[in-house]
């Protein structure tokens, strides 16, 4: 994960020591080497995935590319932070590493999160109505919506939704029920460690998951970063929200290529560009300096 950026000299090895050093922990080797458990478990893979979206951020930086607006897809929100102006890089990645450890130590055993699709939003949220123990958690595009719960609940909710006529059901390969109320603990304990970190009003427009509305003060955006531990993802209608700030182009940057696509979902005539390495950075930059 991330070789291309760990392996070149400049901003983003720079980045690296200073994060290693921050959180006492070899990310880095973690992300080159494994093993792939403990990289996929989530207090090592959320500063591993922020690490890597700040790295490309600042290398766009330094080549004069800066957003006109901004969204992230719940973890994504915090390095959004760092490029609206309201966080520091290393902060961020502090802030997700307190985060990370909250939602492992969290996790209730059984609970999980399943992808419905070909279902429209209102449709799931009326069967989660109908069964205790179950909420819509991502909204992620047109016909996507992310349910999240206890084990029993998801089991109960999959016929329903068959019934309905969705499409195909997911089981994701996660360990809890995130965005769910079933994370209110680990909200606890992320709030109490977030509200050591300094954070700053906005420079830039970003729009939020919690409500996909832009917030700037400090004292708004900071509820809405535990908020979103347990209260779903409103990625569909953040990503329509940005059209009102004469977007001509939507650039995601960070590992993978998921949430390019579903803006594509959204806005089918979007112009959508994907940063994940040092290569589609540089193809990114040939396109934008043409």
């Known amino acids: 994960m991330a070789r291309d950026l760990i392996d070149r000299e ?27 458990a403990a ?6 893979a959320q ?3 922020a690490y890597h979206s700040l790295a490309l951020l600042g290398q766009l930086a330094a080549h004069g590319v800066e957003p006109v607006a901004i969204a992230g897809h719940s973890l994504g929100e915090f390095p959004g932070l760092v ?29 999980g999160m399943i992808a419905v699709l070909g279902l429209d ?9 109908e069964v205790d123990g179950v909420v819509p958690a991502n909204y992620n595009a047109p016909g996507q919506v992310v349910i999240s719960g206890s084990g029993q609940a998801l ?15 997911v089981r994701l390969p996660v360990s809890a029920a995130f965005h769910s109320p079933l994370m209110a603990g680990a909200a606890t304990t992320f709030a109490a460690a977030w509200d050591r970190i300094p954070l700053r009003s906005l420079d830039r427009p970003q729009v939020f998951n919690a409500d ?22 409103r990625w569909t209608q953040s990503v329509r929200r940005l059209q009102q700030f004469a977007v001509d182009a939507f650039v995601e940057v960070g590992p993978g290529r998921t949430l390019a696509g579903l803006v594509k979902k959204i806005i089918p005539a979007a112009v959508v560009h994907n940063i994940d390495d040092v290569s ?3 193809a990114f930059l040939e396109t934008a300096h043409a």
């Open 155 to 169: 089991e109960k909710v999959g016929p329903l939704l068959q019934a309905a006529g969705a499409r195909r059901l």
């Open 83 to 111: 490029a609206a102006g309201g966080l520091e890089p290393l902060d961020a990645v502090a802030a997700v590493r307190a985060r990370g450890e909250a939602m492992a130590a969290g996790a209730l055993s059984g609970s």
């Open 39 to 44: 990289l996929r478990a989530t207090e090592n």
């Open 10 to 36: 400049g901003y983003a090895r720079q980045l690296l020591e200073q994060v290693e050093a921050r959180l006492g922990m070899p990310l880095g080797r973690l992300m080159v080497d494994g093993p792939d």
């Open 212 to 233: 996909a509305r832009v917030h700037e003060q400090a004292t708004e955006v900071r509820p809405l970063m535990v908020g979103q531990l347990t209260g779903p993802v």
């Open 280 to 282: 589609s950075m540089n």
């Open 121 to 129: 939003d209102e449709t799931v949220d009326r069967i989660c109505l």
């Open 47 to 49: 500063p591993a995935i």
